[in-house]
Every structure is written in C-alpha cells, then in structure tokens.
DNA sequence: GTCAAGTATCTCAACATTGAGAGATTGGGT
DNA sequence: ACCCAATCTCTCAATGTTGAGATACTTGAC
C-alpha cells in the first residue's frame, strides 16, 4: 500500500476508496507517474463525491413526489425571479442536458400542474415556461429541506474546508469555462 | 452580485457560473442563511465539475471504441492484477451501479471480445469475468490517453490546489463512507 | 440432513438522456 | 424583397440505468 500523500503519521487522515485504487493502478502499472495517479485520483473523488451525493438527495426530492431532473427545472424558474419565466433554450443551457431532455423534463411537469407552456410572443420559434402557483409552493417548501440535506452532508467538514474545496472547485470551473449559467 | 467569499479585492478569483446560480437565490430567498447557500453551491460545483469532466473524457474513449461504462468495467479488471478476473458482483461493487447495468456492461464487452465470462468453479451461483488478451491490451492503451486527458483537464491547478483539493474530497468521502472499492 | 435466509446473476419494463434530424421562424446580407 | 444560415423546439430511435422480481445456489441453524 502506498502512501502517495506522504501523511502516514498524520492520523486524522483516512483513506477512502480512490486511495485503494491509485495503490492498485501504482502496483499494476509502475510506469505511470505520479502526477498521472494523482489526476486521475482526484477525477475519481470527483466523480465519487457527486455520486454519493446526488444519492443522498434522491430521497428529500421524493418526499416532494420530485425526481432531480424536475426539481432542477422547478428551482432554475424559481431562482430568476418574478415572473418565474424562461424560454426552453434557456432552461436548456442552465441544465446542460440536451433539448429532447428539456421537452422530456417539460412534458413531465405540464402533466403535473407545475409549469405552463405558453408562445413567446417576440419570437414564434421559442416557448415562455412559467412556474404555477403550484409549481412556485412545491419548489419553496422543496428547497429548504434539499439545502438542509446538503449541509447535512458535508457536515464533516469544517467552514475552512468546505472554503478551501469550494474556492478550489470553482477556479477548476473556470478554468474549464464554466463562467455563466445561461 | 453578492461576494460569499469576501475576495472582491483579490483579482485572482474569477467569478463561475455557480456565484450566478448562488446570487441568485439570495435575491430571491433572502431568508436562507449563507451556510445553506454556501452548502448548495460547493455540491453544485461538484456536480458541475464531475458532468464537464465526464464530457471531457468521452472523446477519448471514442479515440479507443469505448464508453465510460465499458473502459470501467476494462479499468477494473485491468488494475485488480493478473489474472485480471473478478466475479459480477466485485464488478458491481465497484462501478457503483445496480446488478441490471453490470449484465449489460458485459454483455457489450463479451459480444467486443473483450472479456470472457466463465463459471466460479468455487460457487456455482457466480460467474467470473476476465479479461481477454484483446481486452487488456485495449485497455492499457486506452488508460495512457485517458490520464494524460485528465492531467490536462486539471492542468489550471497548480499541484498544491490539486493537493487541497484532494484532502477536502477525501476527507468528504470518508465522512459519506466511501472508504471500500469493494 | 433439512429448511430458511441470504447471495449471485440475469431478466425485463420503465424511465431519462443523447444525438441526429425535421419543421418553423428569424435575421443579416445582398 | 429575397435568400440562406442560424436558431428554437420537438420527435424519435438507440442507449444505459434502475428497481423489482425470477432462478439457482450456498450457508448456517436446528
């Protein structure tokens, strides 16, 4: 077992899942360097961290009868503002998905009262989705207990660490060009 | 525009699409304190960081033939060592998935030529999955491309933000129990 | 030994997404 | 005015996952 961060006799450090599979990468493929199994250890918490974490939020949105892909089209509407309006493409780009996503995401919430569909009327190509009353209800009462389970989540660190990894998060972003929602 | 992190001054730290997602909620729900807020933002670069990166692999993949799903069902076998053969479940374990995607996962691979599935000769109820020498030879070509791609995706952070990075996730992973592949 | 509970894999329907493409509309250039 | 490229939404087949259930086998308690 390697200790690729040197920390051994730092106690408070354990290690996790990725650290099993970068001793495993290191033992099979000596040739690969360390920067390379830390980059790829780093991806892998990554790609771990969110999947646990979009794990542990399935449950809050069932108890709304939501489903994620729904409550982020619900909170994208309620965030902008009065009217609670937005084009489909609009949408669209806040949630990375693809359009045939978005209509899917759209048909589901028109059927269950939570959204409207209506013309723009400056431009005949686009649709205004708006929240109903409905749809404005679910997503308030929605949100609070959603950001109360995520800091229920990270509840094991500390300000200075959720800082430091926030504040590292986003130059990551950044740097990968994700500097605006819409 | 608020300013969470109190670094107006410091013009090193560019603003991403999440400050815009956090903005504006506290325009709108004022009454969510700023740790709540701050929560949602760092699980929302999480997720935003995971789905850019997760785009940014698969043009490498395509480059060998493969999906995520399959080069991780490949990656999995390929670093557990010679003879690069683990049962179903061990697979599922890892993969974070259900048994139903695992099934298919092989199936794809067992039709490609890439792993083999034979009975456990100790439990007649498990298969075991190995991998072909086409298999371990497409893999291994595959994971060189795969790592260089995530170092250059990462490549914005300087080691030591790598290495904050890092720390903060595991320590988040060890507090969700990701502590086992297995 | 027998039986119940647990485990390993596969099957299958439901669902969400992608990616390509169609249809309608817009807008800039000529 | 006209055209052509770009834009907006929807459609649809293909793909991958989940979650429940079926089947076969194993294990431990009695």
Chains 1, 2 share one sequence.
Do not use: C, Y
């Not at 069932?62 to 009217?83: C, K, M, N, Q, S």
């Amino acid at each position: 077992m390697v200790d690729p961060k040197g920390l051994a006799s730092t106690a408070s450090t354990d290690a996790d899942a990725i650290d099993e599979l970068r001793a495993q990468w290191h033992r099979e493929r000596p040739d690969m360097d360390a920067a390379s199994l830390d980059a790829m250890a780093l991806v892998g918490r990554i790609k771990r961290a969110d999947h646990l974490l979009s794990k542990g939020m399935k449950p809050i949105f069932a108890e709304h009868g939501l489903e994620f892909p729904e409550f982020d089209v619900l909170a994208t509407l309620r965030r902008v503002g009065a009217p609670h309006e937005l084009t489909a493409g609009g949408l669209l780009k806040s949630a990375m998905v693809t359009s045939g996503a978005i209509t899917n995401r759209l048909d589901k919430l028109e059927r269950k009262g939570l959204i409207e569909r209506r013309p723009d009327p400056s431009d005949r190509r686009a649709i205004r989705v708006r929240l109903t009353e409905a749809g404005r209800e679910l997503v308030d009462r929605a949100v609070v207990d959603h950001v109360a389970n995520e800091e229920r989540m990270l509840g094991a660190l500390s300000a200075e660490e959720r800082g430091a990894l926030d504040g590292a998060l986003r130059r990551l972003l950044v740097s990968l060009g994700d500097t605006h929602l819409g």
